[in-house]
Every structure is written in structure tokens, then in C-alpha cells.
């Protein structure tokens, strides 16, 4: 398994992928933030040895490396999910590869739907804590321990400092930035009525097929980690309507200036 990081991490570093600082991964529809990044290389996932490649059409597939706010980032176009038929490791193995390339912190996007109903669809919530519901751990494989902690503490999976200025950076712009609860399902069908009441009950402000296994694995390898969800349907079970991907995608890009002053912000500030 080191052994294929390692690969990895080589062929990139020959493709001028040098001393990254931080990982940026993006979600659904959230790509214009490319558009402010000084690219200095970029790699099809299909390319790249040992790399999974994305299935979902409105994931890009590429790896880019560039300069964001006088920072070095490596920004993963386009993650992996456990509905395409991945691996928890195939999914989490882009960050093991950032981190072997020298990323110290990870900013991670995706769209979800809002279970808080006070929450929007169009708005951003900053991921404070998360609930697995994705049936295993991208840890549990034998040899771990080789790779870092076993049994990782996961009592503050998010970075205070990194979510303490985004609050600030949120207030300064007057974006409306709240705070929640991350569910991470399977899918990649939607919820049901049920299953919306349910996720309320145990907490949940918001559900994603995401996110969840890259901030473990960002934990296990001591990465700071910071993560935004852009709203993009509100789940109300008692007046639920059949869901419109393509509205979701167009929600998505509604709100990624936003996300994108968010993390710009950020990245100068760190």
C-alpha cells in the first residue's frame, strides 16, 4: 500500500507537483474556483498511476497543482464515492497521496441536501462535526498501524483555528455561513420521507454521499481539516418533492462564490 503512494506521489512529483501546502478537494458543481488558481500543471485521474477515475459525469476527474492566494494547492476536480463501486481506500487514497507529496491542511467541498429546516437551499453550512452512515472505515484494513494510529481520536475531526476564521471570514462578507452536522450515506439514491425524519432525530443538519472518509483519513494522518457544504435541496419529509439533479447542480453554482471567498480567504490567512 505505501508502496502505491509512493508511485504515485513520484509520477506527480515529475509532473511538477512540488510542496503542496494545501489539499483542496471539490464537490458537485463546485469547479470555478480553478479560475483563481495560477495552474502550473494539472493530470487526468485516468493517467496517474495507481488512481482511481471518476464516474459521475459532473466530476471532472482531474488533478491540478497551482498557486491560490501565494499558496502551493493540489485541488482533486472531481472526488470518488462509494456509490460508483469504490473502495473506502480507493476513495481516501488521492489524500494519502497529497499528504505523502507534503499538504499540511485539507479544505473539502460537496453539495448536500439541508435536514435543518432553517437551513436553505442556495446557503453554506460549516461542517462542526459528522455521523458515519456509510457502513465501514477507510481504516479498517489489515496493516494500518503501519500507516499511522489505529484507533484514531476523532473527539474534534474539524480544525478549530481553520472553522474559527471561517466564521470570521463569513461575517466580514456578509455571507450567511451556518454550522452543523454532516450525515455521510451510501446512495446514490436519494433519501426517503423515513429516512429524512430519522437522520433529524439523531442529529443530522445536513446529508451528503460524502466528505466522511477523507476527513477520516486526513485525522489518521494528522492533517488540520476544514469542510463546506453548499445546500442544495431542503429534505422536509411532510412536503417532499422528486428531486431535480439538474437543479441541484445549478443550486451548487448559485452558491460557490460564496464557498469559493470562503476558502480564498482562508487559504491567504493560513
Request: proline share 4%; glycine share 8%.
Amino acid at each position: 500500500m505505501n508502496k502505491y503512494i509512493e508511485q504515485t506521489a513520484e509520477y506527480l512529483q515529475q509532473k511538477g507537483f512540488e510542496a503542496p501546502e494545501i489539499g483542496i478537494i471539490l464537490g458537485t458543481g463546485l469547479g470555478q474556483i480553478l479560475e483563481k488558481i495560477d495552474i502550473e500543471s494539472e493530470v487526468s485521474y485516468n493517467h496517474i498511476p495507481n488512481f482511481p477515475t471518476a464516474t459521475v459525469e459532473f466530476h471532472k476527474g482531474k488533478l491540478i497543482y497551482g498557486t491560490l492566494a501565494g499558496k502551493k494547492v493540489i485541488v482533486m476536480q472531481g472526488r470518488f464515492h462509494l456509490y460508483e463501486g469504490y473502495s473506502l481506500f480507493d476513495i481516501t487514497f488521492p489524500v494519502r497521496v497529497m499528504h505523502q507529496l507534503g499538504i499540511k491542511r485539507l479544505l473539502v467541498s460537496n453539495a448536500s441536501g439541508a435536514i435543518n429546516l432553517n437551513f436553505k437551499k442556495g446557503e453554506i453550512m460549516l461542517i462542526d462535526d459528522h455521523i458515519n452512515l456509510q457502513g465501514g472505515s477507510p481504516l479498517a484494513f489489515k496493516g494500518v498501524e503501519k500507516m499511522g494510529e489505529r484507533f484514531v481520536d476523532m473527539s474534534v475531526p474539524y480544525d478549530p483555528e481553520m472553522n474559527q476564521k471561517l466564521e470570521k471570514i463569513a461575517k466580514e462578507n456578509n455571507i450567511n455561513l451556518h454550522k452543523g452536522v454532516y450525515a455521510s450515506v451510501v446512495g446514490p439514491q436519494l433519501e426517503t420521507r423515513a429516512e429524512y425524519r430519522y437522520l433529524k432525530i439523531i442529529g443530522a443538519d445536513a446529508v451528503g454521499m460524502s466528505t466522511v472518509p477523507e476527513v477520516i483519513v486526513a485525522n489518521h494522518l494528522g492533517l488540520a481539516v476544514s469542510a463546506l457544504s453548499v445546500l442544495t435541496d431542503e429534505c422536509d419529509p411532510d412536503h417532499l418533492e422528486p428531486v431535480d439533479i439538474a437543479e441541484i447542480i445549478a443550486m451548487a453554482g448559485k452558491a460557490e462564490p460564496q464557498m469559493i471567498t470562503l476558502f480564498t480567504e482562508l487559504v491567504k490567512q493560513i
